[in-house]
């Protein structure tokens, strides 16, 4: 993988235009009254899961709706990132990645989905020195990520969602070989 521009900033600054996609458009409006009604319903959350990843298909199946709606509701009445994702990975089959997938599609001003490829953008731009292959994320590395994404998405004034976007889309663009080596 080679850097095609000098640092993040100048990434951001040409790709600004990148649209987001029509999957998470549509979760976004599924999910647009979440904050409102301060819960996520099963399909709610079970929409949200399996865009993300299915393999854990059973175990978000074992999650009732009581158990979504009353976590979720602690989820959106809380203010920290760190409380949050505790409580979504306390809900079988939810990750560090599907609770940032969750969080992000509720609130994509303040919330981007933790991925292979942003994280090993961030390291070629060596933003994170450690983990170079973007695998095996805990809490502490999402509060790392975030506040990377919270920095750049407050210099060009756009939602953390958008920095995330041109990371990932540019990796994209950018990879070498497969993704998992």
């Excluded at 976004?28 to 959350?45: A, G, M």
Aim: net charge positive; proline share 2%.
């Amino acid at each position: 993988m080679k850097k095609l521009y000098s640092n993040l900033t100048q990434l951001i600054k040409e790709n600004l235009d990148i649209p987001e996609t029509e999957e998470a458009l549509n979760l976004i409006e599924e999910l647009k009254d979440v904050k409102n009604k301060c819960f996520l319903s099963q399909k709610q959350f079970y929409d949200v899961v399996m865009w993300k990843t299915p393999r854990p298909k059973k175990r978000y199946l074992s999650n009732s709706e009581e158990q979504i709606k009353e976590l979720s509701k602690k989820v959106l009445l809380s203010h920290s990132d760190d409380e949050r994702v505790k409580l979504l990975t306390s809900l079988k089959g939810v990750s560090i990645a599907v609770a940032s997938s969750l969080l992000t599609m509720i609130d994509q001003k303040n919330y981007g989905i933790i991925d292979i490829r942003v994280w090993q953008l961030l390291h070629l731009y060596e933003e994170v020195k450690t983990k170079p292959k973007g695998q095996g994320f805990n809490l502490e590395d999402y509060k790392t990520y975030l506040s990377i994404l919270r920095r750049y998405a407050q210099q060009f004034n756009v939602n953390v969602r958008d920095i995330e976007r041109i990371f990932f889309f540019h990796h994209k663009k950018i990879q070498e070989g497969n993704l998992y080596n």
